[in-house]
């Protein structure tokens, strides 16, 4: 039961694994899924009172939880424009004040728990790469607000002081979104989860899930648990535990890799520690890391297996930005599974009497994993009904197979309509 030979994993060396599950247990909570988001819930409720045993299957962080490009930014997958269109105006902000809540609760960890290492850098880079500035400067002027300040237009010969490269035309800095290595953060949380009493058990799949005399029965190969509530935060990885929540998913997989030391090479390219993310519909997301190296994700896909040329496919993607770097050499490439939702948001709330869901997390960030475990930890342990601002996004059926061919050929579509944007002439 081995991490996947990514950087984070073989920056930080050996991680000692946890036991299984032997036996049976009664406990308040069963939360199934050792990411973020199972980590947060079963940490809030431990701090609340509850007892608390935690499935894995594979190893805390194992899935995309500590495989992601580290990004911890405000905002939601969906646009801002849609979930007000959506829900009105007023609760779209409250949704946002809640995604800002989230990465607040990540910052907070690492400086409470002391999780030397998580926090990388702060700041990103919003890198446009045609010359319509419109939608930047709307952008700059709806997040200088009390709450948002200090989100910077730059043009291009501004951004090229920080980004050296002719394919962004302008970018907007947000001083708010900072990163970190995921990993470090995971296991800074299962600690505090262990400390506080919390059971956390590796290589330990749940294989049936069945509600019996009020409470549920969660059972696994040489166990079985008992809980008054169960939460279900596998995301992308299980499709067979619960299918009316998991067909309401598709596991859609993005790429990164990290370089060798570059030193000043890298220095002439990119000059800030900072994240930087493009705008397109398919964009890149990378940022420096320590010893002057290059972590570097983009792309998606709905195949499930690694492509065969995947160093290639993503040094190109560099070098196209950045054709000073075209010797950089990897040392980890990696590839990670995420949750999407039809309508782009995550999946939180109950699903029925004493089952709950905190999932679907794929192309938010961070934050949401966060917020989401906050929220249902606050239900259970307090009945509180923060939770039910997501109630307009429900789980609703993927599509399947039919789908996953629709979100590659969508995908495809938005790559040909990056292309003809980035041909439109500067302003």
Not at 23 to 32: E, P, R
Not at 371 to 395: S, V
Not at 402 to 409: C, D
Request: charged letters at 25%; hydrophobic letters at 40%.
């Amino acid at each position: 039961m081995n991490y996947p030979d990514t950087y984070y994993a073989a920056e930080i060396g050996n991680i000692p694994q946890k036991p299984k599950l032997a036996g049976d247990i009664t406990v308040d909570v069963c939360v199934i899924g050792a990411g973020l988001a199972g980590l947060t819930t079963a940490l809030e409720l431990v701090r609340k009172g509850k007892s608390v045993a935690l499935l894995e299957s594979h190893r805390v962080g194992w899935g995309a939880s500590g495989r992601n490009g580290g990004s911890v930014l405000i905002g939601f997958a969906e646009s801002a424009e849609n979930i007000a269109r959506k829900i009105g105006v007023e609760k779209a902000a409250k949704l946002h004040d809640l995604s800002r809540e989230g990465a607040e609760y990540v910052r907070q960890q690492i400086a409470d728990l002391n999780i030397k290492g998580a926090l990388e850098g702060v700041g990103r880079y919003s890198a446009v790469r045609h010359g319509d500035t419109t939608a930047a400067k709307m952008q700059v002027k709806a997040a200088n607000t009390p709450e948002d300040t200090g989100v910077v237009f730059h043009n291009h010969a501004e951004t090229r002081k920080v980004l050296d490269t002719g394919k962004y035309h302008h970018t907007v800095f947000i001083p708010d979104g900072f990163h970190i290595q995921p990993l470090r953060y995971v296991l800074g949380l299962a600690a505090e989860l262990e400390r506080l009493g919390g059971q956390i058990f590796e290589d330990t799949k749940a294989r049936s899930l069945k509600p019996e005399g009020g409470r549920w029965q969660v059972s696994c190969a040489a166990g079985k648990i008992d809980a008054k509530d169960v939460v279900l935060c596998t995301s992308g990885y299980d499709f067979t535990l619960y299918p009316k929540l998991s067909r309401a998913m598709l596991p859609i997989a993005t790429y990164v890799m990290a370089t060798k030391p570059m030193g000043q090479q890298l220095d002439k390219a990119i000059k800030t520690t900072s994240a930087i993310s493009d705008t397109r519909r398919s964009g890149d997301y990378y940022r420096r890391l320590e010893n002057d190296r290059l972590l570097w994700g983009g792309r998606i896909t709905t195949r499930t297996s690694r492509p065969l040329k995947l160093a290639e496919m993503l040094k190109g993607d560099v070098v196209s930005v950045y054709p000073q770097l075209e010797n950089i050499e990897l040392t980890h490439q990696w590839e990670g599974l995420m949750g999407y939702t039809r309508h782009k948001m995550p999946l939180i709330g109950q699903v029925e009497k004493g089952l709950w869901m905190a999932t679907a997390f794929g192309g938010h960030g961070l934050n949401t994993t966060a917020m989401a475990g906050c929220l249902i930890a606050a239900a259970i342990a307090d009945q509180d009904e923060t939770y039910k601002q997501f109630e307009a996004y429900k789980p609703v059926w993927a599509g399947g197979m039919f789908g996953r061919i629709a979100v590659q050929l969508i995908y495809w579509g938005m790559r040909f309509r990056d292309r003809l944007d980035e041909r439109r002439k500067p302003e």
